[in-house]
């Protein structure tokens, strides 16, 4: 996903509102003017017009969103991308934000093209004068990255797939890499991982990676990598196991954010975990009741196999924890509640830490990667002591699913002050500028602004 050099050459964009269309057309050329008028095009948001400038060369005129800003959305440019026919275009007048306008525009461009080709060649764009092409570039490509791995389906992205897609990305890099497979995961006390993935034809296992600078800011990213989830022996209906190709966007939405920090040399210290499994059914497959001792030494009881994704996160986090980093984000299609609350576009985060989470909050702001704080209500937590257990993965209520499911990871989290758990969706049911339907990639572009301006800020302290 690339832009193009600027070239004076290329048709110009020029972003329009209704409310200072009259005056706009009342200065173009006459006949400009008037096939406007004849067009009926009245500067309504989204909608189009090219018609000749006064040299006689192809002008763009774009329907922009009004003047309150409230009600913009900032990608709102992405539009463009499926609405132009194939050329070269640069942006013209108008454009308040250019670099988030062009970020849109690639993200708009993205299409799923392993099986099927692209009905059509998309339009490229120049890069604006004045941005960081590179950084645009380098967010759009990790952001596709993670996209193409959630739309593969599972017969071509499980367990061994994924787990070579992040050992291909950490050895791009010349990051130290491992990865534990199978009765390994046993042997090197990483039980959960092991009960949840032993059922599939495709062993369980854990992938890790670590690079940078050993006195870089270290940062640890964990994320849930279940290539799909029928539910195990508490299976999912029919309508719920549709998407559930999708159970890994955990993971890729962790390789998504190392691609950005790794490609654009950050100077950190990375530590990528993915415990990846295939929440299968056969003879072997972990059962409700059974009671499995987790890394951190915590009894688990399963209440419910469906609730799989924490399992498997929980060894992943105590054994991040092991090594305390300054950050510690971990990211997981988790639960349907989440979804029931706010909804697939807005992810819900929790944190130990106030100060963490308004930054969490003003980088998704800044760059339109929304998500919202829920709390870790401590009141709930009493429902996930075990009986028999320490714990049990589930509470016996219907309600705070995602608070509970949040609470349980946070037992196994050493310093729950420097970490942050995103309860992520990962697609989007239908095409909306900068976010086509499928497979998306949530909170990796807010945290690489975070973790970047939390790395100058540690590398300017004398």
């Known amino acids: 996903m690339k832009l193009e050099d600027w070239s004076p050459e290329a048709t110009a964009i020029d972003f329009v509102n209704k409310e200072d269309w009259p005056e706009r057309r009342a200065k173009l050329p006459e006949p400009t003017a008037r096939l406007a008028e004849l067009s009926g095009f009245e500067a309504k948001p989204g909608s ?31 539009k463009l991308a499926t609405a132009l026919p194939k050329g070269l275009y640069r942006f013209g007048d108008g454009v308040d934000a250019p670099a988030q306008a062009a970020l849109a525009f690639l993200l708009s461009t993205y299409s799923f093209s392993r099986y099927k080709a692209p009905k059509s060649e998309a339009p490229r764009l120049c890069a604006p004068q004045g941005v960081d092409r590179a950084r645009i570039e380098r967010i759009a490509a990790a952001v596709a990255l993670g996209r193409d791995l959630v739309n593969t389906p599972t017969n071509d992205m499980g367990p061994e797939a994924l787990a070579e897609a992040a050992l291909a990305l950490g050895a791009k890099h010349g990051a130290k890499t491992r990865v534990i497979v199978g009765d390994a995961l046993l042997a090197e006390n990483f039980p959960l991982i092991h009960a949840v993935g032993r059922a599939a034809a495709q062993a369980p296992r854990l992938v890790e990676f670590e690079h940078g ?33 999708k159970d890994m966007g955990g993971a890729a939405t962790t390789l998504s954010l190392a691609a950005m920090l790794l490609d654009g040399n950050a100077p950190v210290r990375l530590r990528v975990l993915l415990p990846i499994v295939e929440n299968s059914i056969s003879a072997s497959a972990f059962r409700t009741s059974d009671v499995y001792r987790s890394r951190k030494g915590l009894s688990v009881e399963i209440g419910n196999t469906d609730a799989e994704g924490r399992l498997i996160l929980a060894d992943a986090l105590a054994y991040a924890s092991e090594t305390p980093p300054d950050l510690l984000f971990d990211f997981a299609t988790l639960t349907g509640a989440a979804r029931v609350a706010l909804g697939p576009e807005v992810p819900p985060f929790y944190t130990g830490d106030d100060a963490l989470a308004q930054e969490i909050a003003g980088q998704a702001a800044a760059v339109n990667d929304p ?29 705070a699913g995602s608070i509970t499911a949040a609470l349980f990871l946070r037992r196994f989290v050493a310093d729950p002050r420097r970490w942050a758990h995103f309860d992520v969706y990962c697609w989007n049911p239908s095409t909306k500028p900068g976010r086509p339907e499928g497979g998306e990639v949530q909170a990796a572009r807010l945290l690489y602004e975070l973790i970047e301006a939390r790395a100058e800020q540690r590398n300017a302290k004398p």
Do not use: H, Q
């Open 48 to 78: 189009l017009l090219i018609a000749p400038d006064a040299d006689g060369a192809p002008r763009v005129f774009f329907g922009a969103e009004g003047r309150a800003p409230k009600t913009r959305d900032p990608f709102f440019a992405g």
């Open 213 to 245: 600078p050993e006195d870089g800011l270290r940062i640890t990213l964990v994320g849930k990598g279940v290539c799909f989830d029928t539910g195990g022996l508490d299976i999912k209906p029919s309508s719920a196991m549709a998407l559930m190709k």
């Open 371 to 399: 998500v919202w704080r829920m709390p870790l209500w401590d009141s709930y937590d009493s429902g996930l002591d075990g009986k028999i257990s320490d714990l049990v993965n589930v509470t016996s209520g219907p309600f």
